[in-house]
């Protein structure tokens, strides 16, 4: 069991400022914590402020993980290091959290922030083994114009993870077939590394 790692911040905000908005962005911090399976808690006092704790695991020695990682890929062919993945997300946050983890486990990850991004790397040829993307994303567009734009390039075998909290008859009515999954908000990093093995494995 890793030791725990707790860091504290004050936050005080003067009584006599002005300024309407702080920019905590306390919904998307709350998002990436439960991404990366963390521990996030606050204390508040009115008129003082407030105390944010982060559980943190202690982390290893990169020598120790160097060696983990090279024995695990020399032992599974279907190592992270053997696949490309396009990352689609919107939120800069939540799109820095996916990314990490995923590299951490080994991917090559393109991370882009949107459907034009997306599109113009795929109009391009740039080649990926699966496509991890939220469902809305700019404007109108969303995350399935992305899987269909690397299927037609690809080929329907284009493996595909489509990450919403969206439960409308849209997304209930879509037709999922053994490429793709449907991942459902909010999802934590086990929970979303155990959907893309499995899909990669098969």
Not at 90 to 103: S, W
Not at 138 to 161: C, L, Q
């Amino acid at each position: 069991m890793p030791h725990i790692f707790e860091e504290f911040y004050q936050i005080g905000v003067s009584p006599n400022s002005s300024r309407q908005g702080y920019g905590l962005g306390l919904s998307i911090v709350q998002r990436i914590a439960r991404l990366l399976d963390l521990k996030i808690s606050v204390r508040s006092t009115p008129g003082q402020g407030s105390v944010f704790a982060f559980e943190l695991p202690t982390a290893q020695n990169a020598r120790t993980v160097a060696a983990a990682t090279s024995d695990e890929s020399a032992a599974d062919p279907k190592a992270g290091g053997a696949f490309n993945v396009l990352l689609v997300e919107d939120e800069p946050g939540v799109r820095n959290a996916m990314r990490v983890l995923l590299k951490i486990e080994g991917f090559h990850v393109t991370a882009v922030a949107g459907a034009a991004e997306a599109l113009a790397l795929l109009d391009e040829n740039a080649d990926f083994d699966l496509i991890v993307t939220d469902f809305h994303l700019e404007g109108d567009r969303t995350g399935t114009e992305v899987i269909s734009a690397a299927r037609k390039a690809f080929g329907n075998s284009t493996k595909a993870i489509l990450v919403t909290g969206d439960t409308s008859s849209a997304v209930r009515d879509l037709k999922c077939d053994p490429n793709l999954r449907v991942a459902s908000k909010p999802i934590n990093s086990k929970e979303l590394l155990a959907i893309v093995r499995s899909l990669l494995a098969e």
